[in-house]
């Protein structure tokens, strides 16, 4: 049986990393775990963790630690024979250190964008708030403007994607995300990529996931 993979991505909102991630995970055949795709699974299933998660999130809030070890790390049990690939989770120093206990990541990828790059892409950003789908007004319009192409229903702008939000967002990424950033460069296993292409940042993830895997 092969190695069994671990991997998470980092990056501030709007960085491409949902884009990325699935390329890793269709190129490598890593299991992708979003997060926020998680977070919103168990709000539609109504399950009690999702109840409270959907208190946090109405009020706009970050889940707090402790929930959001309790949803994931069974979830990553659930996978324990699997290789995967985590995105949005862990956030904090605290989950960071709840997922250690568990698993040893083999790779952590810290993508980091220019300011001004984030708020162009993100202010062009909307939103189906059913399904969660994303659309980018440069390079991923809807087929009709302001409309789902699946189901045809409205797109919405959410309020934190308009720059004075985005810019707090960014901060609070940047403070949250530092300690988590030092403990994988002092485990040895953090590679930071700057750029704001994601084609052109991909050929370099490939290669060096090419190597890890494979070492």
């Known amino acids: 049986m092969a190695k069994l993979f671990r991997a998470a991505i980092m990056g501030p909102p709007g960085s491409g990393k949902g884009t990325i991630s699935k390329r890793i995970a269709q190129s490598f055949g890593l299991q992708y775990l979003s997060s926020g795709h998680f977070l919103r699974e168990n709000i539609a299933a109504n399950t009690d963790a ?16 402790q929930l959001m070890t309790r949803l994931m790390l069974p979830r990553l049990e659930q996978l324990r024979d699997h290789s995967w690939l985590l995105d949005g989770f862990p956030r904090t120093l605290s989950q960071a250190q709840a997922l250690n206990n568990l698993f040893q ?5 810290s993508l980091n964008i220019p300011y001004e790059t984030l708020r162009e892409r993100v202010s062009d950003r909307w939103v189906h708030p059913a399904s ?3 659309y980018n007004m440069g390079f991923n319009p809807p087929r009709e403007q302001g409309k789902d192409d699946i ?13 004075e939000a985005l ?9 949250v995300a530092k300690p988590v950033i030092d403990l994988y460069k002092s485990q040895g296993i953090l ?16 290669s060096l996931l090419l190597t890890k895997m494979h070492t």
């Open 50 to 65: 999702g109840e409270l998660v959907k208190t946090y999130i109405e009020r706009s809030t970050l889940v707090p630690d």
């Open 105 to 109: 990541l083999d790779l952590v990828i």
């Open 132 to 134: 969660g789908r994303v």
């Open 151 to 163: 189901t045809g229903e409205p797109l919405i702008q959410h309020d934190d994607d308009k720059p």
């Open 167 to 175: 810019m707090a967002r960014l901060r609070q990424y940047k403070d």
């Open 191 to 206: 590679h930071s990529f700057s750029g704001t292409d994601t084609n052109r940042i991909w050929p370099y993830i490939n």
